[in-house]
């Protein structure tokens, strides 16, 4: 990103000397990534690779999308992967784009930076010998009072239109001012650029020492959360953060509320938790989507809701467990999907052996308001008539594998290869809040009631006001440079026709150094203004 | 209220339909192919059609450039007058439309695509009409302006028009108004840019000595360097409000809500990716060795990017953003 400016060329060309080949060639490479066309290349390249990003999913963004890809697309998807296709904006090819973006622009910026102080500390270059040659000009008018005098009164004017103006005497008796205005222009200009560095160091570190895990929160003093890597549902650590760099909190949901449309849609969400910070006592906080729960070193961010059954199993020796479990939503009426499994059941008491052919799971959706249609989703988000619909397997679980599976879905495997078997029928069966099912072999499956979860990101960005800094010094610069503009005016004051009676001749000249519309109009207000007001 | 909106909306659509024929009108009969000369002069000198020039058109005064100057030249003329006159009806109704739109629901109308497009056009629309009370020479320019206005709107009303309803909780923030005001103001600045940018690749065509069909509407637009300056300077003056609204506003809004400042979401992504082309417009368009058809073209490029982000990405991808989809949430 060369300076737009024209530079004054230097005073002698270095005599022709035989250059290193292996120096020649690194220099000719950096003006080459330095140069704009370099740059606006490399501009194109970022937003064209960006684009993938947007058409296949991506991994950081929604793992569950790339997952269903990879069932989609069971060809294409192993060779995305390998390309980067499911992480673009971490993927080498990205990364070395904007890598030589930003060094490209590092290599022109400096220089600029360089020149851009010294012309800041030098003062505004002498006039040149024909004014007239300039792309504006004003003709010699004739003033009273001395050549020096007059140049100095028109020095005044200038500055005080915060120009930069400087008197020097000619060989000739004569006196020039030279002025220039919109040094702001290239300031700005700078400050833009090096905003972006700032923005991308932020980015940076921000990766290295972040984190952020998600989990879903149930609603009761039982289902409380400390935090620690293992109570995350899932979690990403940055790569210079170690699980013991955790802030240590606890959280535990006391109050969900959620008001509705009558249309079905959202109003509001508001969860509120007791919060312990560092095993100080526990405070009571809400939080809501658009305003996280702001802790030391953690924000805790709203994303969603839903609903856990309480269901309790009581099986054929007569034990009885109580879980659970939570069903995520699949729709904005949230009709809602989800499992439960009981694998320690049915343990002979008599030999305190687990039977594997005797573990029990359901499967099914919970609806919170039963249309009166009898479809199988729910009409309206609240819980104006919940019930579940479950249908029940009994069998291996297949829990004991070790294969980490979905605790929101039951082993579709164990089901597919008979392991696990449907023992309720092809119907799922209704079951509303209280209500006690009776399963085939004589054991029992109760719905006590349901409790709120509130599904939370939490996450911490040690740089992000870095970042925002960067973004605000950056849009100020951007401000300048665009509507600045650089450009110098020279007066020339020689002696007049009058001889010793005194008397000036006072010719000027101007030179936008960018496209400026307004410059002509601004030129001959100067000219006025110096003419005038001239002693 | 709503449904006054929605009449309204319609009654907008229409009077930018009869500003879009009038504006033809001016166009075919209209005797502006030198515009850019009686923009920059303030005595007009007219030039007829092939046809000698009536004498009494001599005595135009200086400020006659919106006078009718002859039998010859009226029809054309009053046209163009007629087309600025329903063009600032449309935008009185358009405003109208969306003034009810907000009272109906009874919050900032910028909460689906649909509104979202009804206020974008909205500040296109007002931008256009600034430029045509202020430059009168560009007037021409104005059956493509109303032309793009008429079929975004025809749209938005027909693919994604939406009931009016209350926000979804997650655009309960005061961000909501400035996040989605600025992108609706940079986007309307960009999008009516886009005219003068096209038009200026047709006119130098034209001045090249291009004879082929688009080129020979350079015939009757402004002057190239008129055209050039207009565009730099719209998008100049956008740049800054998008990089506000998507790359400062959108983030502190993201941070909040999502947790994240930036996430690579379609929407953003797109975002980012019209702020590269139009970061790389001003670069080219301040770079003397660049040349202007080249940078013009790349302005071009941006607003095909501002459009994908508009419509492809709601229609196409689903994200984060998605409440912004044809048919709300």
Not at chain 1, 291 to 300: I, M, T, Y
Not at chain 2, 26 to 54: C, H, T, W
Not at chain 2, 234 to 254: E, K, S, V, Y
Request: aromatic share 10%.
């Amino acid at each position: 990103m060369t300076a737009v400016e024209e530079r004054t060329p230097t005073a002698a060309a270095p005599p022709p000397r035989r250059a290193n080949r292996v120096w020649a060639l690194l220099r000719n490479s950096w003006r080459q990534l330095t140069s704009m066309r370099t740059a606006l290349v490399l501009l194109f390249l970022l937003a064209v690779a960006a684009i993938p990003g947007s058409v296949f999913p991506q991994r950081a963004v929604s793992p569950e999308q790339v997952a269903r890809y990879y069932v989609a697309h069971p060809q294409l998807a192993p060779w995305l992967e390998r390309l980067g296709g499911f992480a673009v904006y971490g993927s080498p090819w990205f990364a070395s784009i904007y890598l030589l973006l930003f060094t490209s622009l590092v290599g022109c910026v400096l220089p600029r930076l360089a020149d851009h102080v010294r012309a800041l500390r030098s003062v505004p270059p002498d006039a040149p010998k024909r004014l007239e040659r300039l792309p504006q000009h004003a003709p010699a008018s004739e003033l009273a009072g001395e050549p020096a005098a007059v140049a100095e009164a028109v020095a005044g004017k200038l500055r005080r239109r915060r120009f930069r103006a400087v008197v020097r005497e000619g060989g000739d008796g004569g006196w020039t001012v030279s002025a220039e205005k919109g040094y702001l222009k290239e300031t700005g200009n700078l400050l833009f650029h090096f905003a972006l560095l700032a923005v991308l160091v932020g980015v940076g570190f921000g990766h290295w020492y972040g984190w952020h895990g998600n989990r879903i929160l149930v609603g009761g003093a039982d289902q409380g959360f400390c935090d620690s890597l293992a109570q995350y549902d899932d979690s990403t650590l940055g790569p210079r953060v170690q699980a013991s760099d955790l802030p240590d909190f606890c959280l535990q949901l006391t109050d969900f509320t959620a008001t509705y449309q009558t249309t079905g849609q959202p109003k509001t969400f508001e969860a509120t938790v007791a919060v312990t910070e560092n095993g100080g006592a526990a405070t009571t906080r809400s939080f809501t989507v658009n305003d996280p729960l702001r802790l030391h070193h953690a924000n805790v961010h709203l994303l969603g809701h839903g609903y856990a059954p309480v269901l309790r199993y009581t099986d054929r020796y007569g034990v009885s467990q109580t879980k659970i479990v939570p069903f995520l939503p699949v729709d904005a009426m949230q009709t809602s999907e989800g499992a439960a499994q009981f694998p320690d059941v049915n343990i002979d008491p008599k030999t305190d052996r687990r039977d594997p052919q005797l573990q029990v799971g359901f499967e099914g959706r919970y609806l919170p308001t039963v249309p009166a249609d009898g479809s199988a989703s729910s009409a309206f988000p609240a819980e104006n008539a919940p019930a579940l619909f479950l249908t029940a397997y009994r069998g291996d679980l297949g829990l004991d594998v070790g294969t980490p599976g979905s605790v929101y879905a039951l082993d579709q495997g164990q089901i597919a290869t008979g392991a696990l078997k449907n023992v309720s029928g092809a119907r799922p069966h209704e079951l509303k809040v209280g209500e006690t099912w009776t399963l085939d072999d004589g054991t029992k499956l109760e719905f006590l009631g349901t409790r709120p979860f509130a599904t939370l990101a939490i996450r911490y960005d040690p740089t992000q006001s870095l970042v925002l800094l960067g973004a605000v010094l950056g849009l100020i610069g951007l401000m300048l440079s665009l509507a600045g503009h650089r450009r110098r005016v020279w007066f020339r004051a020689l002696p007049g026709p009058g001889g010793d009676r005194g008397g000036t001749l006072l010719s000027a000249g101007g030179l936008p150094r960018a496209d400026y519309p307004g410059f002509s109009d601004e030129f001959q207000a100067l000219v006025k203004a110096a003419e005038e007001g001239t002693p | 209220m709503a449904g006054l909106s929605n009449n309204l909306m319609a009654f907008t659509v229409l009077a930018y339909l009869v500003a879009m024929v009038c504006y033809a009108g001016e166009y075919a009969f209209g005797d502006r192919g030198r515009i850019g000369k009686a923009a920059s002069r303030p005595a007009r000198q007219l030039v007829g059609a092939g046809a000698p020039v009536p004498d009494d058109a001599a005595a135009v005064p200086d400020d006659a450039v919106e006078t009718p100057a002859g039998p010859r030249n009226g029809a054309g003329e009053w046209a163009g007058r007629i087309a600025v006159g329903f063009n600032v009806l449309g935008l009185l109704l358009h405003l109208g439309a969306l003034a009810t739109r907000g009272i109906a629901a009874d919050r900032m109308p910028w909460g689906n695509m649909y509104e979202y497009i009804l206020s974008a056009t909205f500040v296109g629309s007002a931008v256009w009409v600034g430029v045509v009370l202020r430059r009168p020479a560009v007037r021409h320019l104005g059956l493509f302006a109303t032309l793009g206005l008429v079929v975004l709107l025809g749209a938005d009303g027909m693919v994604a028009y939406t009931p009016v309803g209350p926000l979804v909780p997650a655009l309960h923030s005061y961000w909501f108004v400035i996040h989605v005001s600025t992108i609706i103001l940079a986007s309307g600045i960009f999008l009516v840019g886009a005219v003068p940018a096209s038009m200026f690749l047709v006119r130098s065509g034209y001045d090249q000595g291009k004879r082929r069909f688009p080129y020979t509407l350079g015939k009757h637009v402004p002057e190239a360097v008129t055209l050039e300056r207009l565009t730099f300077r719209m998008h100049a003056f956008a740049f800054p409000l998008f990089t506000f609204g998507a790359l400062i506003a959108g983030p502190l809004w993201a941070e909040a809500s999502w947790g994240r400042y930036w996430g690579w979401d379609p929407k953003e992504v797109w975002a980012f990716i019209s702020w590269i082309v139009y970061a790389a417009y001003l670069h080219a368009r301040s770079t003397p060795s660049v040349k202007r058809n080249v940078a013009t073209w790349i302005a071009l490029l941006g607003f095909a990017t501002m459009l994908m982000n508009l419509f492809g990405v709601n229609l196409f991808f689903s994200g984060l953003h998605s409440y912004a989809n044809a048919g709300g949430m």
